[in-house]
């Protein structure tokens, strides 16, 4: 079975309901939980929760959580609940927590979550509204992010605002380990009692416009009224820092803090882990400076790094001084890291999906007589009275159609049935439905029972998909060649479903290998119970991987019998497990690498959940 991925989830929240009185702002914070394959049935698992931001119904917050056991064709189910920190919960001043380091605060609801896991106690911290995303449609989605209207726990109190989602994949052959950082800054104002700074961590994600973002990922402790401030010695992990990726850029950002929340900006610049190491101070006159925050006029670098302005924040011109880096140095797992590291790293299928790689879905129906008079109950063309029964190609064809449609742009399928006789002549390719195209999964279930309503036979001769095959490889390369002129990638999948054996056995398995050179999977899921050797033939090189990289081709074939499988997800878990390795073997091949992580300005809001969907969040 294909391996689950580790992946990284970025948050933040606009327009939050301020729950903490007339007089004052709430606190927000958010903890995820994982609800697997079924959000209803299974019991929540506490994934991580994000650092608190103070006085802001607008947060964005720094914490990279790390989630495992998403895999490709199967549900994954989080949730998102967005908590006001309650202070006096813990007999300890806001004001004081608020300018410490976030592992003090962090440290208090970690002890809280425990507390209300073990014992089921009340959880001191109010709810401000929850949301629930299946990873595979945040994935799908444009730049891999998504944003949901925020939904009650409770039934009297209504939530508003919105929680935004960003899903990146967790780099396996990037560094692992810590990273240990210690800066101080030396005369960040005139007057030395002025400013209470303290500094934040950006990570770099860029866009295939050019265009850049950066993702919040470290927020220091505040040094009050002192502007030549010794922060406190942080320690980063790398995965949520830079992605294992010593060169990454990060942006440092010092602020001022204000105890209402409108923190001022007082300069910026760019920088990398390694870059941090290498300027780490080696004692006695040996220390090296970084002139963050020297803004002139005419001074857009110092000392090689790129001071970053515009952006449409103020940056305070009167502000002067710079940064030392006391210390810098990344603790591995593995063996010390030698003075520069240079890799090149295999992307993930998460890293494809990142970079906006569409994956179209076309599909192949068998309508030969081997599956029966569908006017005869118990035959699998079957078309039940009770709309709420499926047979077994409409389960197969929602089941499927559901998760692959979310990752697929535009929402459109071609529609393909083979095995019919029109006007006396068999035609073993031909358009199911009214349109070339038809829209959505529904689309696709009213385009198969729109073809019993033509004038049609069912041929009795041995199957041929031959056609459909065809047909696939020349829908595959067009969707390629129209991504690549987006400057984004395309692959298809062509979806087969079948219920018999099919003739020319050794010429079907010579199309494959030729269509092999295209961005093509082949599944082919057969209904019913009939003799399917033959299409365990074309897939045996599941058998014995090596055989078809020994021949220096590409294995593109899956085949699964439907009647195995009485659990959905399971079924498309099986139908889709190959698709991952499949992607990545065509594009890494070719070398054709991801585009650059897209994060978009304009993504759209998807609606509350219903509230008969409401679940209990911490016992809450």
Request: aromatic residues 8%.
């Amino acid at each position: 079975m294909g391996k689950a991925a580790r992946l990284q989830l970025s948050l933040s929240a606009t327009d939050l309901m301020n729950s903490a009185g007339f007089l004052s702002m709430s606190d927000p914070f958010a903890i995820v939980t994982v609800r697997g394959d079924d959000a209803d049935k299974n019991q929540p698992i506490v994934a991580g929760f994000t650092n608190v931001v103070y006085n802001c119904l607008d947060p964005n917050w720094s914490t990279v959580i790390v989630i495992e056991g998403y895999k490709f064709g199967k549900p994954f189910f989080i949730e998102v609940g967005i908590f006001d920190f309650n202070a006096k919960a813990a007999k300890m001043r806001e004001s004081k927590l608020a300018k410490a380091a976030a592992e003090v605060t962090n440290e208090l609801i970690y002890k809280d979550i425990i507390a209300n896991q073990k014992d089921r106690k009340k959880f001191p911290h109010g709810i401000m509204g929850r949301a629930l995303f299946e990873v595979g449609e945040v994935l799908g989605s444009r730049g891999s992010s998504s944003s949901k209207c925020l939904a009650s726990l409770q039934k009297r109190k209504k939530a508003t605002g919105t929680v935004s989602i960003h899903i990146e994949s967790s780099k396996d052959e990037g560094l692992k380990g810590t990273f240990r950082l210690k800066l101080a800054g030396m005369k960040l104002a005139p007057n030395p009692r002025s400013i209470s700074p303290f500094y934040e961590l950006y990570r770099r994600v860029e866009v295939p416009t050019g265009d850049i973002t950066w993702n919040n990922v470290f927020r220091s402790d505040v040094a009050k009224n002192n502007a030549s401030p010794e922060w406190q010695e942080a320690v980063l992990d790398m995965e949520a820092l830079c992605n294992g990726d010593l060169n990454r850029t990060l942006l440092i950002k010092v602020s001022s803090h204000k105890r209402s929340g409108k923190h001022r900006v007082l300069g910026m610049c760019k920088t990398t882990v390694q870059d941090l190491v290498n300027r780490r101070c080696t004692g006695g006159n040996g220390e090296y400076y970084m002139d963050l925050l020297g803004l002139t006029d005419d001074q857009t670098s110092v000392a090689g790094i790129e001071i970053v302005e515009g952006g449409g924040i103020s940056i305070d011109p009167m502000m002067g001084g710079n940064i030392v880096v006391q210390d810098a140095g990344v603790i591995t797992k593995g063996p010390e890291i030698p003075t520069s590291i240079t890799y090149v790293e295999r992307p993930s299928f998460v890293d494809y999906l990142n970079g906006d790689c569409k994956i179209n879905l076309a599909v192949g129906i068998d309508f030969s007589a081997t599956n029966g008079s569908p006017n005869e109950a118990g035959s699998l063309h079957y078309l039940h009275s009770d709309k709420s029964k499926m047979n077994d190609y409409q389960k197969a064809l929602y089941y499927v159609g559901k998760i692959l449609a979310p990752f697929d742009h535009d929402q459109k399928f071609p529609v393909w049935g083979f095995g019919a006789k029109f006007d006396g002549k068999v035609n073993n390719c031909f358009q199911c439905g009214e349109e070339g195209e038809v829209t959505g999964v529904k689309g696709m279930m009213k385009a198969y029972k729109q073809v019993f309503q033509l004038p049609f036979t069912m041929a009795s001769e041995a199957i041929d998909m031959t056609d459909v095959i065809r047909s696939g490889a020349s829908y595959a390369s067009a969707g390629l060649q129209s991504g690549q002129q987006d400057g984004k990638l395309g692959y298809s999948i062509l979806l087969i479903l079948t219920a018999g054996a099919i003739s020319q056995v050794l010429e079907t398995k010579k199309i494959l290998e030729q269509v092999a050179e295209t961005p093509l999977s082949v599944v082919i899921v057969g209904i019913g119970n009939a003799d399917f050797s033959a299409m365990e033939f074309l897939d045996d090189d599941d058998l014995d991987p090596a055989a078809a990289k020994s021949r220096n081709e590409r294995d593109i074939t899956q085949f699964v019998r439907f009647n195995d499988y009485t659990d959905s997800n399971a079924l498309t878990e099986a139908v889709l497990d190959e698709i991952p390795d499949q992607v990545v073997d065509y594009f890494y091949s070719r070398d054709l690498m991801p585009s650059e992580m897209e994060q978009p300005d304009d993504i759209s809001v998807l609606s509350s959940d219903e509230p008969d969907k409401n679940r209990s969040f911490l016992h809450i």
